[in-house]
């Protein structure tokens, strides 16, 4: 199942750290989004994974797409939407 992850970090080592995490699950598609083609299990280790490292007044938002929407996302521009699971088997 594709996950859009976006943060809103105001430290830049953090912001940093975050970006690296993700970056090891799926694709950067703007500069705080990542889309994410994992398993929900998986979504749950990384948001934890997550949550022990952001500051208060960090935010890190995380929203599933279901089937009927991956359908309909469009993408304008940068990168494509994903959609190989294999990429992410992170």
């Known amino acids: 199942m594709i996950h859009v992850i976006v943060y809103d970090i105001t ?6 750290q975050v970006s690296k995490i993700l970056a090891a699950y799926g694709t950067r598609v703007q500069k705080s989004v990542f ?3 994992l398993h929900p299990g998986r979504v749950v280790v990384l948001l934890k994974q997550l949550s022990q490292i952001i500051e208060e007044g960090d935010s890190i938002r995380c929203y599933p797409l279901c089937q009927n929407c991956q359908v309909r996302a469009e993408a304008q521009n940068g ?12």
């Open 79 to 90: 990168a494509p939407l994903a959609t190989d699971p294999l990429c992410y088997q992170a």
């Open 35 to 37: 889309e994410l083609d």
């Open 11 to 16: 430290k830049d080592p953090l912001r940093t």
